[in-house]
């Protein structure tokens, strides 16, 4: 499976602020997933990172918000932007190797806002 | 639209217990079952993935089964330990590519 690298693992950052997140894989992958998890809760999709184009987002995110870059097939950047307590969440990054390789996940940005 | 539902949501059981965990999901038609071992405020840990020709897999004292047809997935773990708590993750894998997850069960093995 693949291995990813995730940076910074946390933050505290001041609302009005932004803050990208990285994520850097050991191996060429084709699609590269962010999810949210808000505090209490289950995983949900921001949206599909894909090289060399837009990303894909889902329902009730946009890019203004979060927006993505993935410059290469190792490495993705996700931006939250002009923050709020609201976003005080664990931000994780995603590959799948293959369709019969599973899911590997990074260790995961954990950002408050204040 | 493809649902995941994990019971109980929250469990505690005396060190050495056998447990399981338990997951359902709406729509048969899967691709593969992924189960997940989460700390707190860190990143998700795979620890078993069931494709959907499969009916088990096995990892040490870990064992997920999967009933397609009844839309059924359980996590058993035998001789639990004070460092399995954690929560367990079950997610779903449509043809879509993206994963579906439950909300998890909060797992708390005592000394």
């Known amino acids: 499976s693949a291995v990813i690298s995730q940076k910074p693992s946390r933050d505290i950052c001041q609302r009005g602020t932004s803050l990208t997140i990285q994520c850097q894989v050991d191996?060429?992958?084709?699609?590269m997933f962010w999810y949210r998890q808000q505090p209490g809760q289950s995983l949900t999709l921001i949206a599909t990172?894909?090289?060399?184009?837009?990303?894909?987002?889902e329902s009730g995110f946009v890019i203004d918000k979060f927006p993505i870059s993935r410059p290469n097939l190792t490495f993705s950047t996700l931006t939250v932007s002009n923050m709020s307590p609201e976003d005080s969440s664990i931000y994780l990054c995603?590959?799948?190797?293959?369709?019969?390789?599973?899911?590997?996940f990074g260790s995961g940005t954990r950002l408050t806002v204040v | 639209k493809q649902e995941v539902t994990q019971i109980p949501a929250a469990l505690s059981v005396p060190e050495g217990e056998n447990l399981v965990l338990n997951c359902s999901f709406t729509?048969?038609?899967?691709?593969?079952l992924q189960w997940f071992r989460q700390d707190p405020g860190k990143g998700l840990t795979s620890l078993l993935l069931?494709?959907?020709?499969?009916r088990e897999q096995t990892s040490g004292r870990l064992n997920a089964s999967l009933d397609k047809s009844s839309g059924r997935s359980t996590l058993y773990i035998a001789a639990s330990q004070p460092g399995d708590s954690a929560t367990y993750l079950c997610?779903?894998?449509?043809?879509?590519?993206?994963?579906?997850f439950g909300k998890g069960t909060k797992l708390t093995v005592n000394p």
């Open positions: 069931i494709q959907s020709s499969q």
């Open positions: 729509d048969s038609a899967i691709y593969n």
């Open positions: 995603s590959v799948e190797k293959g369709a019969g390789y599973g899911y590997t």
């Open positions: 191996s060429q992958v084709t699609m």
């Open positions: 990172a894909n090289q060399g184009s837009e990303a894909t987002y």
């Open positions: 997610a779903v894998r449509g043809g879509s590519e993206k994963l579906v």
